[in-house]
């Protein structure tokens, strides 16, 4: 069985993936444009098969020509929802009626944060649902999709929840798979870190004002990533911050590797890989309850509500004023990653295509 999975563009942790797929099934990934515009990628080099095909830009949405595929040749497609390229999807699975797996990241009540917006959002999202969910499986990237799927209708019967993996749990050195945080002498500053694009969803700008509140004595957050929040963040931020740009590689690895605690303050985000990456380095993780990474923190961590500063506050001064937590909870994330590997998603999915 030939399976054709359709993505919206290039990206390295879903190359991953797809590279360890394809040596448990005959597949072959159809990208709906090349790398985001927003996106600072590079496209590395990959074994899978995969064409790309021409998008354009109309107002919100992006369509996508279909004059180099050949159809026929597949005997199922694995469609990703995603909105910008909506009409694309519902076109190819006209092809495939009755042979199609929808995966999904997104969950009920995505942006609360525009109130007029999530109404409109909705009522698109209700009328192509009407032909989307009509699929044979169902991959959700987290129990808050999962939610969202039974809300509408679907048999949980149907869903599975593909665990979400990082390259990093599978590169990490011997030598790092045990590291303890460097800073948990009382008199040390908490070094926290916080990874990714900078835009307003992201949250960023309420988790620099709350640092703000604390001493440099305290604690220091390093904010890794570029975007167009950037500029505001540095503006607002306190002595205690610091702003490094857009890495990769080792230059990034190296800011898990110095960190005692990992924050994710985020107002949406399908899953949040930079969490896996994170628990990889053994870090503990304050993890805002609108990320599907949420799933990971057991134990390991504290799970927050974005909109409730108070809430972040207070998980913040736990590991200030109790830094043995960083050892204990970050134990804990090196436990829990384990099971989240690029070749057990891999075994997940096939598994789920071979029946």
């Known amino acids: 069985m030939k399976t054709l999975i359709v993505q919206n563009y290039w990206t390295p942790y879903r190359s991953d993936l797809f590279e360890a797929l394809s040596l448990l099934s005959d597949i072959e990934v159809l990208y709906l444009g090349n790398i985001g515009s927003d996106r600072l990628w590079n496209m590395e080099k990959v074994h899978f098969k995969y064409i790309t095909v021409p998008a354009k830009k109309i107002g919100p949405f992006t369509f996508s020509t279909f004059k180099e595929v050949d159809f026929s040749l597949y005997d199922r497609v694995v469609v990703l929802e995603h909105m910008e390229n909506i009409f694309s999807i ?15 990241g997104m969950f009920n009540n995505m942006y609360p944060d525009k109130p007029g917006y999530e109404v409109i959002v909705n009522l698109f999202k209700k009328i192509y649902r009407h032909f989307l969910y009509n699929a044979e499986k169902y991959f959700a990237y987290s129990s808050l999709t999962k939610e969202m799927f039974i809300e509408n209708g679907v048999d949980p019967v149907k869903i599975e929840i593909i665990k979400q993996a990082s390259r990093v749990g599978n590169t990490l050195k011997a030598e ?6 460097l800073n948990i002498g009382v008199t040390a500053p908490l070094k926290i870190l916080s990874l990714g694009y900078l835009r307003k969803e992201k949250n960023n700008e309420v988790l620099v004002r709350i640092c ?3 001493s440099k004595e305290d604690l220091i957050l390093t904010i890794v990533g570029d975007g167009p929040e950037q500029d505001n963040l540095k503006n607002i931020a306190g002595n205690n911050i610091i702003f490094k740009d857009y890495l990769e590689g080792d230059a990034k690895f190296s800011e898990y590797r110095d960190a005692d605690l990992f924050i994710l303050p985020t107002i949406r985000d399908p899953w949040a890989l930079t969490v896996n990456e994170a628990m990889s380095w053994g870090l503990p993780v304050i993890c805002s309850n609108r990320a599907g990474a949420r799933d990971m923190i057991e134990g390991n961590g504290i799970v927050i509500d974005p909109f409730n500063e108070d809430e972040l506050f207070d998980a913040i001064k736990t590991f200030v004023d109790n830094r043995i937590l ?7 994330s090196l436990e829990i990653v384990k ?17």
């Open 339 to 355: 099971n989240y590997t690029i070749e057990y998603a891999a075994r997940q999915i096939a598994d789920n295509l071979s029946k």
């Open 176 to 181: 790092t798979k045990n590291r303890k945080p």
């Open 212 to 214: 703000s509140r604390f």
């Open 90 to 104: 519902l076109k190819i699975i006209k092809k495939f009626p009755g042979r199609f797996y929808l995966w999904s």
């Open 326 to 332: 960083c050892l204990e909870m970050g134990s804990k």
